[in-house]
């Protein structure tokens, strides 16, 4: 028979694979881990649960609790009595102090262990040190709370969409502009809150935003919110792309063009009034000089009126006593006549009254034009655009800017007489025009200052170019440099001194025409001079006659 096999060493049961793993992991892991059992006694403490806790002794016996810890420590406060009594985990996070005299976050989470019967026979009990966590959060806290007030005070309308086009922020601009409360719109369909939007432009965009992930600007759409009332709109949409793959959320952000168009009106208007009252003194000079010949003319005149009446009045002396017969009266009237002609130098006077009434004439001409010009300049306008005469807006210009320029440069035009009418505001036209040929006369000057033996020239034409009529103003001053041309447009931006330049007028009039419809661009060479060009549509391509409203 064969030899029976030893029973007790066949059944012995093979030792787990996993164990190993489980060691090092409880040894190594950078997370205090201890067990108790049912009566808090330490089964098993790794080392990182020692360096958390360097007052406890692990190895007391009893009751870990009852190994004189703080009661104000992690110990003191450990969970493990309510996990083992409830059969729930339970959680404790305290303040420890540290050598330095900081203090830590620690947290203390006890999950209670159950056996096959559903009897808790123990706990783990897993601390961590989370002070950086803790910073992080607060860190993070305080930025989510800074970012919240940068956002609800900003002017700008905010509203940003989720991937359905749902509500996400809805910022205090959005609620005033719209007349929703962020609460009432939150969650919901951005094109189903009760707003009209003209047509389907700002649909469109955020489609095509989400589509290209780059901003997409809405310019001047209308908005009719509850209440009736209708807003004008500028809208930029921006793509907020997502990790996950899921459609990208949009930040429409914009604001309310009414207050805007208002400011800026009201800007265009007091610069207007500025540029006139700098030009004052020099209109008032402009005046002076015609006046002052008007007047001497009118006192020569004066004088000449005296003579030729004494003159008159002896030649009817002398006709009276020829018709008497009065040999010797007529000797005397004619002796008399004779001399007030020679002391009146009458042929001296019937060359030079009619010169000065000519003479009066254009002075008085040239105070109308003035003044004329200044009431065109100066008058705001009804605010409706009408067909208005470009060639005689320049010309007025032109009168009212003489003093700025006619020391330093020539001012030869060539308007076009087959100019057609344009289509807008005249005032804000004369504002934009103002504006060149002043900045054309003072960079004349600037050269002419510094090359005195130079004469300044500008020269403003007009003409009609494919689609547009255009004014052109070009000087021979020292021309723009290259660094600074692409900043010309920018509102605030000016080469001048300080003093001599807001930095306005280019930005105020690249804004008035693009809203003609028109555009106002330059070349420029260093050294020889600028040209700006300002463009104005074509009404009808072009068909509208000169003179035509």
């Known amino acids: ?25 409880f040894s190594h892991i950078d997370v205090g881990l201890c067990f108790l059992d049912r009566n808090r006694q330490v089964v098993a403490v790794n080392a990182a649960m020692r360096r958390l806790v360097p007052g406890q002794d692990f190895e007391a016996r009893g009751a870990c609790l009852g190994s004189g810890a703080a009661a104000d420590g992690l110990c003191g406060r450990c969970p493990a009595s309510e996990a083992l009594e409830t059969g729930r985990p339970a959680l404790r996070r305290v303040t420890e102090p540290t050598p330095d005299g900081g203090g830590r976050h620690v947290e203390a989470v006890c999950q209670p262990l159950f056996d096959a019967g559903g009897a808790v026979f123990g706990v783990a009990e897993i601390v961590r040190d989370v002070s950086r966590r803790d910073a992080a959060e607060r860190e993070m806290a305080l ?3 800074d970012i919240e007030m940068l956002l609800g005070s900003i002017r700008s309308i905010l509203v940003s969409l989720d991937g359905q086009n749902r509500i996400r922020r809805f910022n205090a601009s959005a609620e005033a502009v719209f007349g929703l409360s962020a609460a009432a719109v939150a969650g919901r369909d951005f094109f189903d809150v009760g707003l009209d939007w003209d047509g389907q432009l700002v649909r469109a965009a955020v489609e095509e935003s989400r589509r290209t992930l780059a901003p ?26 997502v990790p996950d793959g899921d459609a990208p959320g949009v930040l429409l952000l914009g604001q ?94 019937r060359q030079e009254i009619p010169a000065a009434i000519a003479n009066t004439r254009k ?9 004329q010009a200044m009431r065109q300049m100066s008058h705001p306008g009804s605010g409706e655009m009408v067909f208005f005469d470009l060639n005689a807006s320049v010309r007025d210009i032109v009168t009212i800017t003489r003093n700025a320029w006619k020391h330093v440069a020539d ?38 200052v510094r090359e005195p033996w ?45 003093g001599k330049g807001t930095g306005q007028g280019l930005a105020i009039s690249h804004a008035i025409m693009g809203r003609h419809g028109g555009g106002i661009d330059f070349i420029t060479r260093l050294g020889e001079g600028t040209t700006f060009f300002v463009r104005f549509p074509l009404e009808n391509g072009g068909q509208i006659q000169p003179g035509a409203v």
């Open 256 to 349: 309310d063009l009414a207050e805007i168009k208002a400011r800026e009106l009201k800007g265009v208007h007091e610069r207007r009034m500025q540029a006139i009252g700098h030009l004052a003194a020099g209109i008032a000079h402009e005046i002076n000089t015609p006046v002052q010949y008007v007047g001497y003319n009118a006192g020569f005149l004066e004088e000449a009126f005296t003579d030729l009446l004494a003159l008159l009045d002896a030649y009817g002396r002398l006709a009276r006593a020829v018709a008497g017969g009065d040999a010797a009266g007529m000797a005397a009237a004619a002796d008399e006549a004779a001399r007030l002609a020679a002391a009146a130098d009458y042929e001296y006077l």
């Open 1 to 25: 028979m064969s030899r029976p096999r030893n029973r007790a060493a066949t059944s012995c049961p093979a030792p787990d694979a996993r164990a190993p793993f489980f060691e090092a992991l």
């Open 411 to 448: 001012v030869p035009l060539d308007l076009s007489p087959d100019l057609p009418m344009v289509y807008g505001l005249p005032h804000e036209v004369s504002q934009v025009l103002l504006n060149v040929v002043l900045n054309a006369a003072q960079a004349v000057e600037e050269r002419v």
């Open 363 to 371: 002075g008085i001409g040239q105070v109308g034009d003035i003044v």
């Open 216 to 241: 997409v600007r809405v310019d001047e759409v209308r908005c009719r919110i509850p209440g009736d009332a209708e807003r004008l709109l500028g809208l930029t949409v921006n793509p907020v792309p």
């Open 454 to 498: 130079q004469r300044g020239r500008i020269a403003i034409a007009s003409r009609v170019v494919p689609g547009s009529v255009e004014v052109s103003v070009a000087d021979n001053g020292p021309g723009i440099e290259a660094a600074v041309q692409g900043r010309v447009f920018d509102p605030f931006f000016t080469t001048k001194a300080v």
């Open 143 to 145: 930025a989510t709370r």
